[in-house]
């Protein structure tokens, strides 16, 4: 018997008993259902890193000289020597600045919350900057009214504000907000500025910014010690990048006196070395994630299995007739084996499709996104099968076995 033949009568035979094939493929189906729901969160959540939040939060050919890293798994010992280091102040901003090659960009930030006004609606707290630099330039930033600080601006700190449509849309609303005033930590500021919707990131907005010239009071806002978050540094391209880290390096590490033993007490953080902290929870998540919908499968092989040595029992008569016809021994093996693999199978295709379907609820629903990953559909496809496969090999085995005498015996 051909293997079209074998999923034909499979088929045909699930045509038949329907609700029994229904609660036999339904542990397949859950299980792969689930699958399939994890690995494209995982998957959306992992694109959605590298190419969106990174790329908004770090930038491109950007590297973020820090006190210790933003992104990181840490422990307690670490954490206790982090907090150790000297801060990074204004002064390292300008030699790291001094150090680099023509035409690399700069820039300079200190950020936290703080409560902004105006007279038209309540205070709320809105998420303060102080920059220097060329921060709009590295961050990418567009308006869509108005225009940045100028150079005299940053110099002299001059108490104008750029900022985020939704802070436009909130603190001014049917007004323009250009040349009006906003008071921010009681201070006020003349608003030159909007920026373009930005959107958000696993569901925080990015457009609740108020950013102002780092001369300003908005620098004891954010950071009453009078250091800062940290220096962006943004190059042309990767190979000038790694160059001006190593540059930046050499100058911090020979201002604070440090041995060619010594660590450096500094971090400089880049796309690739904060992915190195998502991968880790990535791959904490695939395996988790992964772990029950596993454990639904072993349970849905075991229902396949119950099944279809149920069916041999139903069908002993069906398979001494087959034999006293002429079918082989690896005729009746082959016949049970494609049932359960084709049970099985069919199992993981709908699994496949309630899972796409509800990871697209849970990407509507929340700020998880979701990403088809394509080798997971092959993936969960073959599972399916050899979970029939394995599943089935015992019953058709037994079934193999029947002697045609006493099949033929058994009563219709």
Known sequence: MSIFESIRLALATIRVQKLKSFFTLLGVTIGVMFLIAVVSIVEGMSKYVEEDFMGRVLGANTFTLRRYPWFSNTTDAEWREWNRRPRIYQKDARLVRDAMPVGTRWAIESADRAFASTPYVRPRLVDAHAVDGDYFTIKKYDLSNGRVFSPQELEIGTTVVVIGDEVAEYYFPNLDPIGRELRVGGIPYTVIGVIERQGSLFGQSLD????????????RITNPRGDVDGVLVQAANPVELSESMELAREALRSDRHLRPSQKDNFVMETTASALVMFEEVER??????????????????????????????????????????????????SQFLVEAATLSTLGAILGIVLGLAGAKIIESQTPL??????WSLVAATLLGTVVGIVSGVYPARRASRLDPIEALRQET
């Open 208 to 219: 609740k910014v108020v950013i102002a010239p780092f001369n300003t009071p908005m620098r």
């Open 284 to 333: 904490t998540m695939t395996v988790v994630g992964t772990a029950l919908p596993l454990i639904g499968l072993i349970v849905g092989g075991m229902v396949i299995m119950n099944i279809m040595l149920v069916a041999v029992a139903e069908r002993t008569r069906e398979i001494g007739i087959r034999k006293s016809l002429g079918a082989r021994r690896r005729d009746i093996l």
């Open 369 to 374: 996104p979701a990403a088809v990953a394509p």
